[in-house]
Nanobody, 121 residues
Framework: QVQLVESGGGLVQVGGSLRLSCAAS????????MGWYRQAPGKQRELVAI???????NYADSVKGRFTISRDNAKNTVALQMNSLKPEDTAVYYC???????????????WGQGTQATVSS
């Protein structure tokens, strides 16, 4: 069974930094894009950043210049470095990946369990 396990998050003051990490585990053959989404209370889940298998990246306008997404294909991990944090960055952050499990010939969408990031003013 394929799983995405997140770590990081926590409580930080305005202007501070947090680093989120996510590791894919289980039996799979390949990973395409990996990304981070977030969901604040009362709001819809939104894309924060995404990175392709070749390293191409895309960011939400609200985090450009402050957040950096990276991945280690050898370790099947993706990270999100969040700097200059603002109260509006407070949300549950979810790891997402497009993974081909070993038992089927197609890719499937997987989600982590979510990790809370809170920015206090």
């Amino acid at each position: 069974q394929v799983q995405l396990v997140e770590s990081g998050g926590g409580l930080v003051q305005v202007g501070g930094s947090l680093r989120l990490s996510c590791a894919a585990s289980g039996s799979f053959l390949s990973i395409n894009a990996m990304g981070w989404y977030r969901q604040a209370p009362g709001k819809q889940r939104e894309l924060v950043a995404i990175i392709t298998s070749s390293g191409g990246t895309n960011y939400a306008d609200s985090v450009k210049g402050r957040f950096t997404i990276s991945r280690d294909n050898a370790k099947n991990t993706v990270a999100l470095q969040m700097n200059s944090l603002k109260p509006e960055d407070t949300a549950v952050y979810y790891c997402n990946a497009d993974i081909r499990p070993s038992y089927i010939s197609t890719f499937r969408d997987y989600w982590g369990q979510g990790t809370q990031a809170t920015v206090s003013s």
